[in-house]
């Protein structure tokens, strides 16, 4: 498959390709069923912060989903996600680290009336939150990004119930589509339409996915910093990220980083290939 080439660093998107053989890379190559998606990161910066490193996410959980739904539609397998179909934004969309510091850095890029539109729209969800004595505003899965499945099913019970619409989603799209979180991008399913909307969510069906990038980066967090294992739920991520901004700014070795995904990757990919053929 071709690849695509992602900056990981200060380098803007349009010079990315022309710079690529500019700067050092490194290669990742993710098996999805019978295809591979190969990835470039050319290391902009020798020192990296956890934020650089979402573009590549973003472009791996892109890069696998579409080959899911290339291989599901040679097999005649129907998904009825599409744009218009909203009703996964209400669902519980769990942000790994790196992508809350970088939505943060992100929304503030925007013009400044919309930015107070949107941090109006967080702030009234994160209220939500608050109100109704959540179980947990930062799940903590467990070893090798793994949440613990009774604890994430009681969660995920709980936000259902408020059918609380994701702070970006405006007028049934969300609003920002190139920031959409990496679990977004990877959400897939293989029943009808009418079933991703409570109470009959229970009923569909979920298409597996190979990696989980945002487990992945997850872990890649705790494994740098020697912490534990934490995701953080979307409306909360403004917040979050202000009371860890120290977090935001540490850097590590570039290259290092990237490697390490890439090996967190490697080992989900085969765990889960091994589930698979079992």
């Not at 744009?83 to 680290?97: E, F, H, T």
């Not at 009336?113 to 939500?128: C, D, G, V």
């Not at 298409?207 to 487990?215: A, H, K, Y």
């Not at 872990?219 to 020697?226: C, D, H, Q």
């Amino acid at each position: 498959m071709e690849e695509k080439v992602i900056a990981v660093g200060d380098l803007p998107e349009a010079a990315v390709a022309g710079a690529a053989g500019e700067y050092p890379s490194v290669r990742m190559a993710l098996p999805v069923w019978d295809e591979t998606v190969c990835l470039r990161a050319v290391l902009a910066d020798p020192e990296a912060r956890l934020s650089d490193l979402v573009p590549l996410a973003r472009a791996a959980a892109t890069g696998v989903a579409l080959s899911v739904l290339r291989q599901l539609a040679r097999h005649d397998v129907a998904v009825p996600c599409g744009k218009g179909r909203a009703a996964c934004c209400r669902y519980l969309i769990p942000l790994a680290p790196p992508e809350a510091f970088r939505l943060v850095d992100e929304l503030r890029q925007l013009p400044l009336p919309r930015q107070a539109r949107l941090a109006k729209a967080f702030a009234a969800a994160e209220r939500r939150l608050r109100s109704v004595s959540p179980p947990s505003l930062d799940p903590a899965p467990g070893p090798h990004g793994e949440a613990d499945a009774g604890e994430m099913a009681r969660i995920g019970r709980w936000y259902d119930a408020l059918d609380l619409d994701c702070p970006l989603l405006e007028h049934e799209l969300f609003s920002c589509y190139e920031w959409r979180p990496v679990s977004c991008r990877s959400y897939i399913v293989n029943s009808s339409a009418d079933y991703c909307r409570p109470p009959l969510t229970a009923l569909g069906t979920r298409v597996g996915m190979p990696v989980s990038l945002t487990r992945a980066l997850c872990e890649l967090t705790a494994r740098l910093e020697g912490g534990v294992v934490q995701a953080v739920l979307l409306p909360a991520a403004p917040t979050w990220a202000a009371r860890n901004w120290h977090r935001a700014r540490r850097t590590w070795p570039a290259r290092e980083m990237v490697e390490l995904l890439a090996d967190i990757l490697r080992d989900q990919a085969a765990s889960r290939a091994g589930s698979r053929a079992a």
